[in-house]
């Protein structure tokens, strides 16, 4: 069964504003991982942030993660058209574990 | 990303037919996965192997089997598809010790009529 659960599950903003997307889990985790999906094509890991951390940016994007919660929140400030995708939530329940459970993914559909 | 290539892109097949998709990678990794995805639906892990010597069966590994040639080459073979078998199959790698973050194949769309 899924892990994470990501909301919403699709999303349609303007170019040039901010998109939040947000996953929740159920089992106490390691690390939450994001990735991008373009139509048709492989995942792209994005950002990783561990259980004992609360926020992480990278670029454009900022993550944060709540663990009393269970929840993570990905943000993409002033989004552009490439930005449009698929983006899912990961979780891994322990260090250096091989195994993630990935949430459904939510549907981003930036308009120029 | 080109490290990870998979063979074919599509495919379409017949039910009951033995189908092998084919995973290589030149990142030098020595963890290796098979996913499916459905539509609307998050990645299923089916196998993963740890190296050469090491398989697993993941969350969905009924009707599929697996064989890691090289520490390079991972393959998947469906014995006899089936219609719900029609998915989008990607293979990952990852690191030994960075096992956490994966590295995607583009995927094989196929389509068992």
């Known amino acids: 069964s899924q892990q994470g659960e990501e909301d919403p599950q699709a999303l349609s903003i303007q170019e040039g504003e901010n998109a939040t997307m947000n996953c929740s889990y159920k089992t106490s985790i390691n690390n939450l991982q994001w990735y991008r999906q373009n139509s048709g094509r492989g995942l792209v890991h994005l950002i990783l942030?561990?259980?004992?951390?609360r926020e992480k940016h990278s670029g454009r994007l900022r993550v944060t993660l709540d663990t009393s919660k269970k929840s993570s929140s990905l943000l993409i400030t002033a989004s552009r058209a490439a930005d449009t995708a698929s983006y899912f939530c990961a979780t891994g329940q322990r260090a250096g574990s091989y195994q993630l459970t990935f949430g459904k993914g939510t549907k981003l559909s930036v308009i120029p | 990303d080109a490290d990870v290539t998979q063979t074919p892109r599509n495919r379409i097949t017949k039910t009951g037919k033995r189908i092998m998709l084919e995973c290589s990678q030149t990142k030098g990794h020595d963890r290796m996965y098979w996913y499916r995805q459905d539509p609307g639906l998050g990645l299923r892990l089916i196998y993963y192997s740890f190296d050469v010597k090491d398989i697993n069966k993941g969350e969905i590994s009924d009707g599929y089997s697996v064989s890691r040639q090289a520490q390079a080459k991972f393959s998947l073979s469906l014995e006899s598809a089936i219609p719900n078998q029609t998915a989008l199959y990607f293979c990952?790698?990852?690191?030994?010790?960075?096992?956490?973050?994966?590295?995607f194949g583009p995927g094989t769309r196929l389509t068992v009529l």
């Open positions: 942030i561990r259980s004992n951390e």
């Open positions: 990952a790698t990852s690191e030994i010790d960075r096992a956490d973050t994966q590295y």
